[in-house]
């Protein structure tokens, strides 16, 4: 329930930047994830926030006040923080039993011992690991050992939670359950949140916002729909999304009726976003429309794969040189090396300039 | 004006910076032990030093009128350029060379063999081998000298016969009985053990899946070993070689016992007789010269497996796979295993037990044989009146010393070890970690018989911090935990880098000070390591002599001084019978704390 | 981690370290001239040329050894006062305690004893491992008056005597231990006065000390052990003495066949040889007699004991880790060609006893052997000084050999008392000294190293 905010943060570990000048601001209650490839800096950030790292420049507030300044060399030590922090490999003290790690904190913290063992009761009967107290974590499953590694974040009721790629050690199936349970916990308990991750997936499914990053800056600082529907840039085009947005050059001039698109190997016209020059196009695969007949206002492509997957089929088309992946939710049976006909749908593809890879302009939606 | 104002301003939060970073634990812990160092091991160092370039009040016996004190560089040119330089130097480094070289090589193929047999193999009795091939390291390396000298005793030095001559009636030939050969198989037999415990804990951290792809892209066994397997843990054998050639270097006992009767001289035994002719500052060239090699031996190893090491990160896991099968040969190489530890380790024990039982020197007869150097009662006529070794009060006052010693020393450098790998790690990459690591093992090249020397005089009176321990057993105490630095600072630092920072971590976050943190989580999860580095250290404290030798008094007298004693004076049963009883502690010792911890030697060195 | 980052560091340190002490005053806080040359007082030793260091200035310090050594000639100055310049608290001690200048002719030795019951303690650093008997009869005749015996190699001793001088440590009251040369070198002149040589009145039972020990026995240090080292053959391959002549044991028949502690680690043995060289005529003498034409010395060396060292280095000798090694080796049984060796006297009773056999080479010329002695000295500012004075008497025995005598009441550890019957197989203290050489401790002093170097360099 505090507002987190960093402010021209930057941190370098010897020749590398880790973290390059970065600002961001966590409003109260927030579930704010950091998303990005592995070693683009997000678990620097996060161990900035929690104290384990000191910034070289910048400052770092929580509800306005400073915990660290380089400026003027304040330092709050992680514990006077407030914060809970589980780790990726949750680091769960081996040589204590599942009660001893969870008791830790609130033992820090001269906790009478009558409301430690309540108070951890309650929390390991929530996570339902009632009755694992006694346990070691070597004696747990991986999904156990999570809980364990949330229950001694949550014991002594921090106000931050600072969650690093939590989930990256388990199943797809347990990953799948535990966000839901995660989510929740964040509504229980109102708590900010700094959520790490490098699965798109996770942050669209689970953030009030999504910071994604690159080298050590931040690229885009959106909501979730916003991140997926109008990525900032190339990067976090590519970055979001499962199958992957098609990301197709092309030159664009300004025509009648909005943006005319000429690709390698066929044009779009009356595209709404206005650009002109060399740009490129980005547009979601269930933003094409599959049509297996003929179709006069379609395009022709050769299928190269089809993959069902269940609710959806994602196939990928070849016209030439050029390759695009569509997502198809309809049940239609296609065959490969068949003849399709694609639809584009010029009211969602995003225009962005080819040599900066920035977005020129936004799809409406 | 305005500057002069601004100054503080921008001062503060800066120095704020700098105090927030000096007085991080593993700093400030870096920067105590950096001062207990400095005590430890750079002022020895620094007196050596200084001794070789200063006249000392005993140079009046060669040159008259010198000032005591005053510099000079007589010391270097005696030692350097002298009529006695070759048979003082330049020959005892040359057969310093030849036997550590020897001893290094043997020491290292039998050991890495060995190990390899024992963690990659189908061989049978794996456990038992493993357990049994460590003993050597357990008994003090002289022991087996010992022993060669009453099997290969020959007529050079006259008086009775070894058992090898008075049963065959073959005289045995002076290079066989003394010299260079034995000096090699004998230290070879010990350190082998040394070797066998460094490679196999290089090759049980190897992670055999990268043996196995080999396999399945279609090598061949031997192609394994060769290309795969050899490659991956050289670096942890040419390390483990230069240790060994270090140790090999400094070990005094066996060169004495089996060089000096033919005059074949070594560094260490040269150093030896100058401070026995009380030219203590000409012993030290000799020392500093020993530590010189060293490290051209260390950066030399630098320089061939520097860029290569880089590759052999060692994951240190275990990894469990299917043993190499050895087929046809696996009995015979089994037999070969037995019949090689058959005479490393029990044979040497059973001669000097034979020997201990021998009333008389010379006679080899069954009926020569009494129990009277156990358990007799004093009689004047036989050795002086020492009475049985199990009767002697002497020897259970010593026995009770040793033991107090090596666990004293053993938990103190356990737990130094541990904050030493603490600060090394924690503070890996910054210079404080580089320093204090390099200072740590610094008195590994530093000759034990100098160092013990040096401790003699330098604390004998207040030391900065420490009181004057001259004569106390806090000063055995002292320069033995100081000795161990180098293994202790090792084996610790192997055991933090175990724990990983995250651990550390969360408990900060749970708001623990630095104290409980070591308390309550560093500690406990390093408590293998620590267990192995006290057995490592009680155990070579246990068996210390050459260290400790002129630092003892009757009160603080130790089982290994008091048999150096005996057989210094040729009552050589009784000292076997020492030697035994000193065996028989350790091992159990080992064995107890093993059951009772799961501790493992090889991991007090860090393997 | 362990084997690679060393190098530079360790480099820097030792440069540093060079440098910094290059740069420093040396710890020793003496920084006094060095002590006035021992000598012995002209009665010492009839037999021997008394020899000296003088206490000339000091010339300019050269910084090399010579390359050939020199056999340090010396003239004979004048005794030293070894209490000129003691410093006031060692003279506040010695007044105390009643010693050295302050010790008056007669001595009351029931208040001593009285006193010392009052110090309950003794501490004596002893070269020899027989400390053990001597406390056992010291601790029964005065109960009250613990013995704390400490049993060290005789170079630790000195060592350990020196340094604690040097640290203002005062723990040892009694020193027994040989190397006279260096005790009178280096420990017994102000301003290292680490000894004190204190001389009972009265020995038991109730004799004149100066009645029954010669002068040179008690003067400048009381002599304990007249310890002989002599030449010794095995008399079961040997009807007879094989060598009448020092120098046959250079020639080749006994190549490889001669043993004896090794001079570099027997200060014995080295003193022995070192003695040879103090008696040039006497050993040319025997060497023309030996080989029937004058010596003709090499080049390069000084005289004809030093011929004889070098002949003797060349002929491969045994050498042993202990001069007592030596004669198990001769004296061993069974053995078709036995080496003959040098060896301390003592291990005589070995053959008493039936363990050995061997007899000493009584015709050989020019000397069968050599005397090395042992002394009983009290340390400078010792805690229990009236228990040292008793424990100093206690160890001078009685007329039988007894009391603290009687662990070395043995054949050829000879007793300076000449009131006390000689064990069987041993000599009395005048015909020892007719037989040996005696060392002189000035000359061993300023001469040993040299041997020792001179040995060392003709070794092959
Ligand atoms: N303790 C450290 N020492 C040196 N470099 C580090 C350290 N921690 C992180 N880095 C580097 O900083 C960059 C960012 O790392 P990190 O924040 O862990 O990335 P992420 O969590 O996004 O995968 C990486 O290049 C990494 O190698
Ligand atoms: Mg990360």
């Known amino acids: ?365 | 004006m305005m500057t002069a104002v601004a100054f503080p301003v921008s001062f503060a939060p800066t120095a704020r910076r700098a105090w927030r970073k000096l007085t991080r634990p593993h700093v400030v812990l870096g920067l105590v032990l950096l001062g207990l160092l400095f005590y430890l091991v750079m002022i020895p160092l620094f007196i050596m030093i200084q001794t070789t370039i200063t006249w000392q009040v005993e140079d009046q016996r060669l040159v008259r009128g010198v000032v005591p004190g005053e510099f000079t560089l007589f010391h270097w040119d005696r030692v350097f350029n002298s009529i006695i330089s070759q048979a003082m130097l330049w020959t005892p480094l040359q057969n310093t060379l030849v036997t550590s070289i020897g001893i290094s090589f043997f020491a290292l193929s039998i050991g890495s063999l060995l190990a390899w047999l024992v963690v990659r193999s189908d061989l049978p009795g794996k456990g038992y081998i493993s357990s049994i091939a460590i003993i050597p390291y357990m008994m003090p390396s002289w022991t087996l000298s010992l022993a060669w000298i009453v099997v290969f005793k020959n007529q050079r030095i006259g008086g009775s016969m070894g058992f090898f001559e008075a049963l065959t009636g073959i005289a045995v030939p002076d290079w066989l009985s003394y010299g260079p050969v034995p000096i090699i198989i004998t230290l070879s037999l010990h350190y082998y053990a040394f070797a066998f415990l460094l490679v196999s804990g290089a090759l049980q951290s190897l992670d055999a899946r990268l043996e196995e792809s080999g396999e399945i892209l279609g090598a061949s066994r031997w192609q394994v070993l060769t290309r795969i397997t050899f490659p991956l843990v050289i670096p942890a054998v040419l390390s483990a070689f230069i240790l060994t050639f270090s140790r090999a270097m400094g070990s005094f006992g066996t060169p004495a016992f089996l060089g000096n009767p033919v005059r074949y001289y070594v560094l260490s035994t040269s150093l030896y007789n100058n401070i026995q002719s009380r030219l203590q500052a000409d012993g030290f060239v000799i020392g500093l010269a020993m530590i010189a090699i060293a490290i051209v031996t260390i950066y030399i190893n630098q320089r061939v497996i520097g860029v290569r090491k880089s590759f052999a990160t060692l994951t240190g896991k275990g990894f469990t796979s299917t043993p190499v099968r050895l087929r046809a040969f696996r009995y015979p190489i089994f037999i070969i295993v037995i019949t090689f530890l058959t005479i490393a380790v029990f044979a040497p024990l059973l001669f000097l037990g034979y020997e201990s039982l021998m009333l008389k020197k010379n006679s080899y007869d069954l009926s020569n044989l009494s129990l009277h150097y156990w358990i007799g009662e004093s009689n004047p006529k036989i050795a002086d009146g020492i009475g049985g070794v199990l009767r002697e009060s002497q020897t259970w006052a010593s026995t009770w010393n040793s033991v107090a010693l090596a666990v004293v020393t053993g938990v103190i450098t356990s737990l130094l070890g541990i904050f030493l790998g603490y600060a090394i790690v924690k503070g890996r990459g910054t210079a404080l970690s580089k320093f204090v690591e390099q200072v740590a093992f610094l008195p590994y090249l530093m000759p034990s018989i100098a160092f013990g020397a040096i401790y003699l005089g330098m604390f004998a009176q207040p030391m900065g911090p420490i009181p004057a321990l001259y004569g106390t057993f806090w000063l055995l105490v002292l320069v033995s935990v100081a000795k161990h630095l180098p293994y202790s600072s090792r084996s610790g630092t192997a055991a933090v880098m175990q724990v990983g920072s995250e651990l550390e971590e969360a408990a900060i976050i749970g708001g623990a000070s630095w104290l409980t943190r070591f308390r309550r989580i560093i500690m406990p999860l390093t408590t293998a390591g620590l267990v192995s580095g006290f057995l490592l250290t009680f155990i070579t404290t246990m068996r210390e002599l050459s260290l400790i030798v002129l630092l003892v008094t009757p009160a603080t007298r130790t089982l290994s001084t008091l048999n150096f004693r005996y057989s210094e004076q040729g009552y050589h049963q009784p000292g076997n019978a020492l030697a035994i009883l000193l065996i028989v502690i350790v091992l159990f010792s080992e064995w107890f704390v093993r059951r009772l911890r799961g501790a493992q030697i090889g991991k007090g060195l860090g393997a | 981690m362990f084997r690679n980052k060393c190098f530079n560091v360790a480099l820097c340190v030792l440069v540093i370290a060079i440098v910094t002490a290059a740069c420093t005053p040396a710890p020793e806080p003496t920084k006094a001239p060095p002590p006035p040359a021992p000598t012995t007082a002209p009665a010492a030793a009839p037999t021997t040329a008394p020899a000296a260091v003088p206490t000339t200035a000091p010339v300019a310090a050269p910084t090399t050894a010579p390359a050939v050594p020199k056999p340090t000639e010396v003239a004979k100055p004048a005794a030293p006062d070894p209490y000129k310049g003691i410093t006031a608290a060692q003279d506040a001690w010695a007044k105390a305690a009643q010693v050295g200048p302050y010790q008056p002719a007669t001595l009351d030795w029931d208040a001593i004893e009285a006193a010392a019951k009052k110090e309950g303690k003794v501490v004596v650093y002893s070269a020899s491992s027989r400390i053990a008997d001597v406390k056992k009869s010291f601790e029964a005749k005065y109960p009250g008056i613990t013995v704390e015996g400490y049993d060290i190699a005789a170079v630790d001793l000195l060592t350990k005597l020196q340094k604690e001088f040097r640290s203002n440590i005062h723990t040892a009251d009694v020193a027994f231990v040989g190397d006279p040369a260096t005790q009178l070198g280096e420990m017994f002149y102000p301003p290292n006065k680490i000894l004190w040589t204190f001389v009972p009145d009265v020995l038991f039972p109730n004799v004149k000390t100066v009645d029954v020990i010669n002068q040179g026995d008690r003067d400048p240090m009381l002599v304990h052990i007249i310890g002989g080292y002599t030449w010794l053959y095995n008399t079961e391959a040997f009807k007879e003495p094989p060598i009448k002549n020092i120098w046959d044991l250079t020639k080749p028949e006994w190549r490889g066949r001669v043993t004896f502690g090794d001079p570099q680690t027997t200060p014995n043995t080295l003193n022995c040889f070192t003695s040879l060289t103090n008696h040039p005529d006497e050993m040319a003498k025997a060497y023309e007699a030996a080989f029937g034409k004058p010596i003709v010395l090499e080049p390069g060396v000084p005289n004809a004991g030093y011929q004889w060292i070098k002949n003797l280095a060349k002929n491969d000798p045994v050498m042993t880790k202990s001069a007592g090694d030596a004669g198990n080796s001769v004296g061993a049984k069974g053995q078709k060609n036995p080496p003959v060796g040098f060896a301390p006297w003592s291990k005589i009773r070995d053959v008493l006893s039936g363990n050995l056999v061997f007899d000493l080479m009584w015709n050989m010329s020019p000397v069968i052997g050599c005397a090395d002695l042992v002394t009983l000295s009290m340390v400078n500012q010792a805690p229990h000084p009236n228990a040292a004075k008793l424990m100093v008497r206690w160890y001078m025995g009685d007329d039988k050999g007894g009391l603290g005598r009687s662990p070395y009441n043995v054949p050829g550890d000879g007793n300076p008392r000449k009131d006390v019957a000689v064990p069987k197989g041993g000599k009395s203290v005048d015909e020892m000294q007719k037989l040996l050489w005696r060392n002189d401790p000035g000359y061993t002093y300023a001469n040993a190293i040299k041997v020792r170097d001179f040995w060392i360099a003709n070794l092959k």
């Not at chain 1, 039993?97 to 390991?124: D, H, S, W």
């Not at chain 1, 359950?177 to 929740?184: F, P, V």
């Not at chain 1, 109008?230 to 030159?251: C, E, R, W, Y």
Request: charged share 20%; with cysteine; proline share 5%.
């Open chain 1, 1 to 365: 329930m505090h507002t987190i905010e960093l402010v021209h943060v930057t941190k370098r570990f010897g020749k590398v930047v880790a973290v390059d000048d970065l600002s961001l601001t966590i409003e109260r209650g927030n579930f704010l994830t950091l998303l990005g490839p592995s070693g683009c800096g997000k678990t620097t950030v996060l161990r900035m926030l929690a104290g384990l790292e000191e910034p070289d420049a910048g400052d770092i507030l929580i509800d306005g006040k400073p915990v660290f300044s380089a400026q003027e060399g304040i330092f709050v030590p992680p514990a006077k923080r407030n914060l809970g922090l589980v780790f990726q490999s949750y680091a769960l003290w081996p040589h204590m039993t599942v009660y001893q790690n969870v008791a830790f904190g609130l033992e820090m913290a001269k906790q009478p011992k009558q409301e430690i063992q309540q108070r951890i009761g309650g929390i390991l009967k929530d996570l339902q690991i009632g009755e694992m107290g006694q346990r070691y974590p070597q004696e747990m499953s991986g999904g156990q050992q999570q809980r364990v590694a949330l229950a001694r974040m949550l014991a002594p009721k921090p106000g931050i939670f600072l969650l690093d790629e939590p989930l990256s050690n388990l199943d797809a199936r347990l990953r799948v359950d535990m966000r839901s349970e995660l989510k929740r916990l964040h509504r229980d308990t109102g708590a900010t949140t700094l959520y790490v991750t490098h699965d798109q997936l996770e942050a669209l499914t689970m953030s009030t916002h999504i910071v994604v990053m690159k080298e050590g800056r931040v690229q885009q600082h959106a909501s979730p729909a916003q991140v997926y529907r109008t990525p900032a840039n190339l990067f976090v085009a590519d970055f979001i999304g499962s199958p992957k947005i098609n990301l197709l050059d092309a030159t664009a001039t300004l025509g009648e009726g909005g943006t005319h698109l000429k690709f390698a190997t066929f044009e779009i016209a009356r595209v709404l976003t206005r650009a002109s020059g060399a740009v490129v196009a980005g547009i979601r695969p269930e933003d094409i429309r599959i049509s297996p007949e003929p179709d006069p206002n379609g395009i022709e492509f050769k299928v190269y794969s089809v993959l069902p997957a269940g609710s959806e089929i994602v196939i990928n088309a070849h016209r030439g040189a050029t390759s695009v992946v569509i997502r198809e939710t309809r049940d239609i049976q296609l065959e490969m090396d068949s003849v399709i006909w694609l639809q584009f749908d010029s009211k969602k593809i995003n225009l962005y300039d080819k040599q900066t890879g920035s977005l020129i302009a936004a799809a409406k939606n």
